[in-house]
């Protein structure tokens, strides 16, 4: 008998899915391009009203992961 391993799916965090809902709706609204890479770049340097930055290291995505996520949008 073998071990089967799993890979595990991380959820994304609502905080990760309005922020990806609010650049959503500034390129609908603008109708500019965005691709996915330049949304993860700027999930990297996102900060709120305060200046505090909104995800930590862990909550970042990767091009991909947003790619499809507004496909299924």
């Not at 390129?27 to 770049?41: D, F, H, P």
């Not at 340097?45 to 996520?69: K, P, R």
Request: hydrophobic share 40%.
């Amino acid at each position: 008998m073998g071990l089967q391993v799993q890979a595990s799916r991380a959820q994304s965090t609502v905080k990760q899915k309005n922020y990806l809902l609010s650049m959503f709706f500034i390129v609908e609204q603008t109708g500019q391009k965005l691709n996915a890479s330049s949304v993860a770049r700027s999930m990297m340097s996102a900060s709120d009203e305060n200046g505090d930055q909104l995800f930590t290291g862990n909550e970042f995505l990767m091009g991909q992961q947003i790619a499809s996520y507004f496909s299924r949008i």
